[in-house]
Every structure is written in C-alpha cells, then in structure tokens.
C-alpha cells in the first residue's frame, strides 16, 4: 500500500492526497526501478522486428526512460513502469463512462500482428499474454522478471481507457473478486461445521464411555457357531 511521503500515513487507493495530514503526494518515478532513470547497459531487441530498441526519456516530472524500436513504435517498461506512467500522465478520474469504454473497443482497428508468443526483450525468454485491467481491450506481453510490451498505439489506447474510468472500473472488479472468494470460503467453513455436527449412523447417543463396540473377531466367531450347529 502507497504512503504519505510526509506522515507515512496510507493512501487511499488511486489517490494522491492525505486523508490525515492533507498533503499532496506526486507520484514517484524515480522509486520504480533503476531503468527509469537510468539507461540499460546491454542493448534490448524489439520482439517485433529484431533490431536494438532505442532508449527515450519521456521527461515526465523528470527523467523517465523508456525503450522504443524506431520501426514499428513498440514500447518496453520495466515493471511497474507503464502502472507509474498512466498514474502520473491520468489523474482526476473519479467516474466510470461504462459506454465509453466500450466505445473505445468497438472503434479499435484490428490487432497489427496475428496472436503469437514473443520473446522478451532482454532475457529472450517467451512472455505471457496477458489482459491489461478490465475492458481496456489490450493484451500485452509480459515478461515476469523484466516487463511487459506494448505495441505501437496500444499506449494512446491505454490513456483513453484510464480517462474513461478503466483503472476505477479494474479495482471495482477485484474489489467484487475479493467479496465473492471470502463469501465461498464462509460458505465452505459453514457447510464443514454442519457436516462434522450431523450424526453418523455408526455414532453411539449414549455416554462414549459405556459405549461398547463388537469386535470384528467376535461378529466373525458368532458367525462361524451359527452355522456349524
């Protein structure tokens, strides 16, 4: 959970101001990962067309850098990058336009490539595709250990998502996930609790201690006396 860079309170979620000591927090790019500010020193191939990416610093409240392939305009960002960077270039969203962002879907052109796994621009290693929040239409390539990519114009789309709502609407969801997992799990403790006070037929009513089972020696020996009269 984000702080309050000044009495370390917790932010509200998706917030920049301090319900405690009112003050305003900007949103840290500096703090994501080193990459931000910093250059890498080997270079990264783009997924897409096989040829070094080229650092660009988007100067946003500071030096923010970000790998860019010249060709086809895909975007490389270290993890948590893309999050700081629509937090930071979004903000004063409180409501969700539900039709809008289906508009934004439906006025979308066709993906530029056809589905395929690609390889990471650093480790080389095949990244996961995976939807990037609730309804925002894009699938993006992520790398567990270095980042995720996005393709030429998805960036743009992702900004119009978050003016939309997308991000307050992605929370809600989780929101919702989180209630429906804690209500199936109270369900499943009090469906146990039942059974396990429900009687079984093999359960004695009286005093456990005077209870005397037969044992299976002397129902098999009882057996053996009746039929061989």
């Known amino acids: 959970m984000a702080r309050c860079t000044n009495c370390n309170a917790p932010l509200p979620d998706g917030s920049l101001l301090c319900t405690y000591c009112g003050d305003r927090n900007d949103v840290d790019l500096r703090g994501i990962h080193y990459h931000t500010t910093h250059a890498p020193d080997l270079p990264r191939t783009c997924p897409r067309c096989s040829v070094n990416l080229k650092t660009i610093n988007l100067n946003l409240k500071g030096t923010f850098l970000v790998e860019r392939c010249d060709q086809c305009l895909g975007l490389f960002f270290d993890p948590a990058e893309l999050e700081a960077l629509l937090d930071a270039a979004v903000s004063n969203v409180f409501l969700i336009d539900r039709v809008g962002l289906d508009g934004i879907n439906l006025k979308r052109p066709p ?115 009746f039929f061989t009269k």
């Not at 270095?146 to 900004?159: A, Y």
Request: proline fraction near 4%; hydrophobic fraction near 35%; include cysteine.
């Open 111 to 225: 993906d530029q490539y056809p589905v395929a796994y690609i390889k990471c621009p650093v480790c080389a290693q095949l990244m996961n595709r995976v939807n990037f929040g609730a309804r925002s239409g894009v699938i993006v390539d992520r790398c567990k250990d270095h980042g995720l990519w996005l393709d030429g114009g998805e960036l743009r789309h992702l900004m119009e998502w978050m003016k939309l709502g997308g991000k307050l609407l992605d929370q809600e969801r989780q929101e919702q996930a989180k209630k429906e997992e804690l209500k199936l799990e109270r369900e499943k403790r009090e469906s146990l609790a039942g059974y396990r006070t429900e009687p079984s037929t093999f359960d004695s009513f009286g005093d456990p201690l005077l209870r005397s089972d037969p044992d299976l020696f002397d129902i098999i020996y009882s057996a053996i006396r």
